[in-house]
Each structure stands twice: as structure tokens, then as C-alpha cells.
């Protein structure tokens, strides 16, 4: 395996955090929200969350509007010298590839809340672009406010200062930092009380900021929101940017910042409220969402409506794709070596003498490189779901807001993980020996090829298993036959409910050519759950009552 890293960043780690706890459903840390604590720290709630990242400061009317300082020097109040602004001395304007990528920023913002965010040439506007070399080290945004027009303004360091904030592609540092910054200059602020020019001790240097010192719980990090300054590996996961070999940088707003953003804005009602597709087969209308063009996501999905999918059918490589509102999924595309190589050169072609380039991949080097993560990846997802043979490129890089609701989800040609949500659900496993897991709501499934796994651990669905096989596996042993006793017993096949708790009955309707199997949980001789398979079909020796 090639060996890179990025000076000060954390190296990817073939760990797999311990769970808090043995369930069934895939493991979510905030599950566990005030009942216990993650790497010494309080698992916060959503109101906790919510008031650590907002400022209590907002931009006020119905329109927000951004510009770009374009001028040969700057004006209004930054050419005023009397109140002493550090920014105007190495004032530039943004290059043609920073205003597009800020664009692309605020239009992510802008997707979250009913405000219209737009772009207003000339000066005047609520926030206000420009680079500059006599201020931030990477970059600062000022809160909104009253008084004298700094407010809401971003300001990066000049490129040529750091080169990062020309790293502009999907996983780049200059991306994040974009829109980390709008997200100050709409009034959210760090999960904490740290900044990057921290001086606790008094040295005038700067301090280190550690999640180990600095964090107050356990979900400041870029796992759940941007505006972090922590490495999701902290909190557990592992979004992998495949092409460069590093741990991803955030691309969207993540988790907790639409839940605090759409806490001081509201929600916007309209965003991709009709039928949409995240993946492949996009139709999102933002390449981000786009996994033919975004080949190593790390970002979060808002969905105002519709019918909506998470379509990972393009994957050649195993995903864990997990429908609930606020949930995480592990998933990665194989790029090809030409495409790796394509990325490595883009980010060589904008890194300065200190960090150094990147080699590039060798097809050994690459493959080598692929197979580790992917094993990794299987280590991380069996640590959070007990299922074992999925072999995910990247570990919790995909999370669904808790507003939202995804209906459906398509694995791809490896073997996969699907859960579904408390909806009805369209799962479909493509190829692979894929395991399905509607939940509640009446879901249907589709194994694809291969000998599938249809687990089911809720009851009072009436689901269809829609292409079953012979030799596929019928997994019921998660759910307690009878709920009346301590024990998690199994079911017993009946001829027909006689009132005893844990019975099974088939039945087969030759018309419609569908086998059903009814579960009595409670004893009262009437079905809890209902699991509907295609054919005449029988217990068959792989299932697990």
C-alpha cells in the first residue's frame, strides 16, 4: 500500500470501535443520547446539539444575498482605516474556480432553508467573498449582525498563502472550507468554544485544538457537522476520499448543521420534493449527489418529498446502505486507476513546496490499496451491523437527515446491506449475496442473483419477498416468537392460530401465485407480521425461525 498523508492529518485506521450496545439494528451513537458516553464525553441530544451551534445571530428577510469583492482595492468600510480591519492589506479577489465552487456552496445552504439564497453583483450584499494574506490562516467568516457591514463577510487566505483553498474537488480542503465558512456567516458556529488562533496558555501561539481537549461531547467531529474541527474517525466512522488515499473532507452541510440550520431558518419545503434519485441515475440536479461524477462521497441528503432513492447500482464494491432518518451508510465507488491518477494530478497541480506531491498509482499499488480499505470497511460495518462479507470503501460517509425521508435504496453488483426504514420500502440487492431488512412498513424486496438474505426484526409489516429462491434464507429469529416471556424464543409452524403465542402458519394462493406466512407473537390468534413470497414456497432448510 502507498503510504500519503496530508502534513497533520490523521493516517486511515483499520480500527473498528467497540458498540455501545448488542441490537439488532445497525449501531447508531446517538442512540445512546444521555444514557452513556462516547471516548469519555456525553452523548449530546438534538436541543444539546442545536445549542452548541447556534450563535443566536441570524440575516434577517425573506432574500440572502452574496457577492464577490471585485474591485482593484477594497472599499466601503474595509478602506476605511480608522477601525483597523487585519483583511484590506492582502486583499485579492476570488479566482474564477473559487467563486464557482462558493456558488456551489451557498446553493447547498440554500437547498436547507425557505430563504433564497442568491448571488448579487456589485457591493451591498448580506456576505461578502474576498482572499486576503494579512488575515486568516485558512479562513474566517464574521456572525451576523447590526452595526458596522463586516458582518456575515468570508474572507480566505490567498491561495498562493495556502494552497489548500485551491484544493476544490469533491474531497477537497478549499471545498469544506467554504462551506464551513457560509455556515458562520449564516449563524452557526463551532460545536465548540475553540478557534483556530487559540491562545490558552498566554505564548502568543497558537495552541493545538484536540477532540481529546477541546470537544465538550461526543459528536463534535466532521462525522456529524462541518463546522467541526475534528476527524470523523474520532467519533468512529471513516469517509474515505479512494483516489487520494486520505480520510474525505465533508461536502455538504452534514447531519447536525440542516438540524441547526433549519432550527433558526426553518425547513425549505420545496427542495427535491418530487421523485428523486441520489447516486447513480441522479436527478438531484447537483453533481454532489452524482456518484458517476462524485466517486467518493462524504456528505448528507435533505429531501423535502416525493418518492426518493439511494440508487448505489453503479457500485462494483459492497455498501451498507441504511434508510432511516438520521442514520449513516457505508458506501464507496471503485474508481478506476485512470481516475485516480486523474484526482492525484489535480491535487499535485495545486499543493505548495511543504506538503509535497503525491506519486502516482502504480495498477499493483492500487489495487493493493483497494483491497485494504475494503477490508477495513468489512471490519467497520460487521462491528456496526453484525453482518459480515461487506467489504464497504468508506465507513459512514452518507447520512440522511432527520427530516427525511429516502423510500428506497439499490445495492450493486457485490454483496450488500440493505435497511430500510419505517416506511414502506423498496429494497432491491442487484447482485451479490445481498442481506435485506425492510423494518417497519410494508416493504417490498428484491434479492437480485445470488443466494440473499430477506432478515426481518420488526414486526407489523406485511412484506413481499418479490424473487425468492430456493436455498435463500428467511431470517426471523430476531424477533421474540412470544412476547409474553423473557426468552427470545423461536417460531413453531401450526397449521392455524389455536391462540398460542409464536406460531407460523403458510398458506398459498395458487392464483396469485404467492406463499404467505403469518407470525403470531401475542397469543391472540391473529397475525402480527405477514411476510408474502413469490411461488409455492416452503420452510426451507437455510431459514431461521
Not at 485579492?92 to 436547507?112: C, G, H, I, K
Not at 460487521?382 to 465507513?395: K, N, Y
Not at 397475525?527 to 437455510?542: H, K, P, T, Y
Request: glycine share 12%.
Amino acid at each position: 500500500m502507498v503510504e500519503r498523508a496530508l502534513s497533520g492529518a490523521a493516517p486511515l485506521n483499520s480500527g473498528a470501535d467497540p458498540v455501545l450496545g448488542d441490537e439488532a439494528l445497525p449501531f447508531l451513537l446517538e442512540d445512546y443520547a444521555g444514557i452513556a458516553t462516547w471516548a469519555g464525553k456525553p452523548i449530546y441530544n438534538h436541543d444539546q446539539v442545536i445549542g452548541q451551534l447556534d450563535s443566536g445571530r441570524i440575516i434577517a428577510g425573506k432574500t440572502i444575498t452574496f457577492t464577490f469583492l471585485d474591485t482593484p482595492r477594497p472599499v466601503g468600510i474595509y478602506n476605511n482605516p480608522t477601525y483597523g480591519l487585519t483583511e484590506p492589506g492582502g486583499y485579492t479577489p476570488f479566482s474564477a474556480a473559487q467563486r464557482e465552487v462558493a456558488r456551489e456552496a451557498m446553493e447547498l445552504w440554500d437547498d436547507l432553508i425557505p430563504q433564497s439564497i442568491v448571488e448579487k453583483k456589485g457591493v451591498g450584499a448580506d456576505i461578502v467573498f474576498a482572499n486576503t494574506t494579512t488575515g486568516p490562516a485558512q479562513a474566517h467568516a464574521y456572525y451576523p449582525g447590526k452595526g458596522v457591514k463586516v458582518q456575515s463577510d468570508i474572507w480566505t487566505a490567498t491561495p498562493e498563502a495556502n494552497w489548500t483553498n485551491l484544493w476544490l474537488d469533491f474531497n477537497g480542503y478549499g471545498r469544506t472550507t467554504l462551506v464551513h465558512e457560509a455556515g458562520h456567516a449564516l449563524g452557526l458556529t463551532h460545536p465548540g468554544d475553540y478557534d483556530f488562533g487559540d491562545d490558552n496558555d498566554g505564548d502568543g501561539e497558537p495552541d493545538p485544538i484536540t477532540y481529546e481537549g477541546d470537544a465538550f461531547y461526543a459528536q463534535d467531529t466532521m462525522q456529524f457537522s462541518i463546522m467541526s474541527y475534528f476527524s470523523p474517525q474520532k467519533s468512529g466512522a471513516q469517509p474515505v476520499h479512494t483516489e487520494l488515499g486520505l480520510v474525505g473532507y465533508a461536502q455538504t452541510p452534514l447531519l447536525h448543521d440542516i438540524l441547526a440550520i433549519q432550527s433558526k431558518y426553518g425547513a425549505d419545503p420545496t427542495t427535491r420534493a418530487g421523485a428523486t434519485t441520489y447516486g447513480f441515475n441522479s436527478n438531484a440536479g447537483n453533481e454532489v449527489y452524482d456518484f458517476e461524477v462524485n466517486r467518493s462521497p462524504f456528505l448528507s441528503i435533505y429531501d423535502a418529498g416525493g418518492i426518493d432513492t439511494l440508487d448505489l447500482s453503479g457500485a462494483d464494491a459492497s455498501v451498507f446502505l441504511d434508510l432511516r432518518p438520521g442514520a449513516f451508510s457505508s458506501a464507496g465507488v471503485r474508481p478506476t486507476l485512470e481516475e485516480a491518477n486523474a484526482i492525484t494530478e489535480a491535487f499535485n497541480a495545486v499543493t505548495d513546496a511543504d506538503q509535497g506531491d503525491f506519486e502516482l498509482w502504480t495498477q499493483a499499488d492500487w489495487d493493493a490499496f483497494l483491497t485494504n480499505i475494503g477490508n477495513i470497511g468489512h471490519n467497520r460495518v460487521l462491528a456496526d451491523t453484525g453482518v459480515s462479507g461487506v467489504f464497504a470503501l468508506s465507513h459512514r460517509n452518507i447520512s440522511i437527515a432527520y427530516n427525511t425521508v429516502i423510500e428506497n435504496a439499490t445495492g450493486g453488483s457485490a454483496r450488500d446491506y440493505l435497511v430500510g426504514n419505517h416506511v414502506g420500502n423498496v429494497l432491491m440487492g442487484l447482485g451479490g449475496n445481498d442481506v435485506l431488512n425492510g423494518l417497519e412498513g410494508n416493504d417490498t424486496l428484491y434479492g437480485g442473483t445470488g443466494l440473499d438474505e430477506f432478515r426481518f426484526t420488526e414486526t407489523g409489516g406485511n412484506d413481499l419477498i418479490a424473487d425468492y429462491a430456493a436455498g435463500e434464507r428467511v431470517n426471523v429469529s430476531e424477533i421474540d416468537a412470544n412476547v409474553a416471556t423473557a426468552a427470545n424464543e423461536a417460531f413453531v409452524q401450526a397449521a392455524s392460530f389455536t391462540g398460542v403465542a409464536g406460531q407460523m402458519v403458510r398458506s398459498f394462493d395458487a392464483g396469485a401465485n404467492l406463499t404467505t406466512f403469518a407470525f403470531d407473537t401475542n397469543g391472540d390468534a391473529a397475525a402480527d407480521m405477514v411476510i408474502r413470497i413469490n411461488g409455492d414456497v416452503a420452510v426451507g432448510a437455510a431459514w431461521l425461525l
